[in-house]
């Protein structure tokens, strides 16, 4: 199969969707398919270049060009309307690759859409950007129970600000509801997602996230990292510095113990909002942009992982490689994370938002080492299925299943 992938972010900007339309592409094209993947340019990378057999074209917007429009200068993200520098270029790429099967990601469809024509066009759902213009579906820090008008004006102006706010709510219901038409199949990453986004039965197919089958082969930690952990066990959480990410509830949890080991944080700073990380807590330390092998011989050397989320977390990627490598995750009862862990068994499912329940959790697995030594191996059972040789034949039997379709007609 001819595969075009689109993705607003690719490596080596950092991020699980970054590593997940990576593997994809690299995954697909080593059994035997033909990939491209079409990604937005950002500044010193190259506009064309081939990695593990995958053709990668790095394509620019108008709208990229636009510097107040970002907060991030190095995440020029998607708009939610095409762009018109993203369609021309795409459409070049796209007469030149003649793909069968276009997959998108993100709001980078809708500057594909113009080009789906005849061919099969699939949209894999990573968050909640399908109905929420802020793509957490959180109203006032909580859970939101849905979007209507007055409650996603505020939110999208009070996000992005009143003269971005109100153009991009509107921009994304009206990309909405022509995706609904054009795409051929929703592949929400679980199916919190799919409920969140409101999509209807039989538009979609649930197919989660998933790591390499290797994810557990770590190797040895750098110097210039190691140099960084704790020397003795220590606890650890991965991911972006937002309260969204429940960092806050942790270090609230943290305060909670009697004498603890280090707790460890390994992320980035983001501008959704945020945590404070300078003024912590006696214990915890704070190490910013590591690249990903360094992440996992962290992971190895921790005793404890958490993914305390307060938000709807869609299908995430870091339990699943602390659970790789034989960790106990602690993570919150929401979202996709409750099809990750096993609670009571690969670890514990804790309220989201409740400190209390998230400190009693860790004091739990400190006091038993046998405990966390079970629930290690248990994970790195469970994990399998959340690994590449179970999850990419679900994508190639979807990509075969629309182009027998097409064939029928």
Request: charged share 20%.
């Amino acid at each position: 199969m001819n595969i075009l992938i689109a993705t607003q972010f690719y490596p080596p900007l950092i991020g699980g969707e970054e590593r997940f339309t990576h593997n994809l592409s690299r995954l697909l094209a080593g059994r035997g398919h033909d990939v491209s993947v079409v990604t937005i340019h950002q500044t010193g990378l190259p506009e064309h270049e081939t990695q593990n057999g995958v053709t990668i074209y790095r394509v620019k917007g108008f709208t990229q060009q636009l510097k107040w429009l970002y907060s991030d200068d190095s995440r020029r993200a998607a708009t939610p309307f095409p762009d018109p520098g993203l369609v021309r270029e795409m459409g070049a790429i796209i007469d030149k690759v003649q793909p069968d099967i276009l997959h998108a990601h993100n709001w980078i469809i809708h500057s594909l859409l113009p080009h789906k024509k005849h061919r099969k066009l699939i949209l894999t759902l990573h968050d909640y950007g399908f109905v929420c213009a802020t793509k957490k579906l959180l109203y006032h820090d909580e859970v939101c129970s849905g979007p209507a008008l007055t409650k996603c004006l505020a939110c999208s102006v009070g996000h992005y600000g009143f003269a971005k706010g109100i153009p991009t709510l509107t921009a994304n219901w009206v990309m909405s509801a022509w995706e609904r038409r054009a795409v051929d199949m929703f592949v929400p990453v679980s199916q919190a997602v799919a409920d969140g986004n409101r999509l209807k039965e039989g538009t979609y197919q649930v197919i989660p996230n998933f790591v390499p089958d290797t994810v557990g082969d770590v190797p040895t930690l750098e110097k210039q990292y190691a140099d960084q952990l704790p020397t003795e066990p220590f606890l650890l959480f991965v991911g972006a510095f937002g309260r969204y990410k429940g960092v806050d509830v942790l270090i609230e949890a943290y305060k909670r113990l009697d004498n603890p080991p280090p707790l460890v944080l390994i992320g980035y700073d983001t501008s959704e909002h945020p945590v404070e990380t300078q003024s912590l807590p006696s214990g915890v330390s704070v190490l910013r942009n590591w690249p990903h092998d360094a992440v996992m011989g962290a992971w190895k050397r921790c005793m404890i992982g958490y993914a305390p989320s307060v938000w709807n977390e869609p299908c995430a990627t870091v339990p699943m490689e602390a659970m790789a490598v034989g960790k106990p995750v602690i993570a919150t009862r929401i979202g996709g994370l409750t099809d990750i862990v096993a609670d009571g068994e690969s670890g514990y499912l804790v309220t989201p938002g409740n400190s209390t329940e998230l400190a009693a959790a860790t004091a739990r697995l400190l006091a038993d080492p046998a405990l966390r030594e079970k629930m290690g191996e248990t994970g790195r059972i469970r994990v399998q299925r959340f690994q590449e040789s179970a999850v990419i034949p679900q994508y190639e039997r979807l990509y075969a299943d629309l182009l027998n379709q097409t064939r029928s007609v």
